[in-house]
């Protein structure tokens, strides 16, 4: 599988692009087929690489593969074409990120931690979505579904806590505009310049600015703990 060159690298420059060759031969049907898997697995991460680097419209499938190491011909024995890898490179991060959205509710720093590792795990794919797709009117829907997903669970959060924000729709609005792209950005700028070994920091201060912003937008807010059924 790929390895990156430098695995506590800040950012996904410096991680290699090439991808190995299997060993020949003909395996039973069911270890063809996983081989098969791991192989597509194995070029969607390394073209992530490329991509963030380059960028979706500039980088054809002449010069992805050149930069993989492997002949064009491979990346079409997997993928019909460079949109259909694309796609499947962002169907499965925000997957993976809504996924998590998902997730009963366990407080901010416990979802915050659980981003970062998967952020830290896909850098490539995550600068594609937050940073190419954002400005990309084929690929963009991912980035909506991932910001309206995080928007509507703000919206919720907020109506549930304040008297004066369940009355104000157009300001609860804002509000959670203002914090899914807040989040998003800052998590991108995180991951791209900071140590992994400070990721509690990054956790600290998110869940500190976001509580502030919080005490400011609902001052009638009840910030009382209170157990739900899923805790």
Known sequence: MLTPANAKGRSTKARSAKVTHLPKGRPPRDE????????????????????????????????LADE??????????????????????????????????????????NNLREVIAMARANPSELLLLVKHCAADPVFRPYFDEVHSNIVAFTEGL????????????????LCSQAVAGFLLDAVLWWIENADTARDDDFVRWAVDSLDSLYRRWMPDADWTPRRSRNG
């Open 158 to 173: 907020l109506q549930r806590s304040s008297p004066s924000m369940a009355a104000d729709a157009t300001l609860r609005r």
């Open 68 to 109: 993989l190491g492997i002949p064009k011909s491979v990346l079409y024995r997997y993928f019909d074409s460079r949109e259909e890898l694309v796609h499947t490179i962002l169907r499965r991060f925000s997957d993976g990120l809504n996924e998590l959205q998902s997730k009963p509710w366990r407080g901010l720093a």
């Open 32 to 63: 063809a087929e996983a081989r098969r898997r791991e192989r597509a697995d194995e070029l969607l991460r390394a073209a992530a690489i490329v991509l963030a680097r380059r960028g979706i419209r500039s980088t054809p499938i002449d010069a």
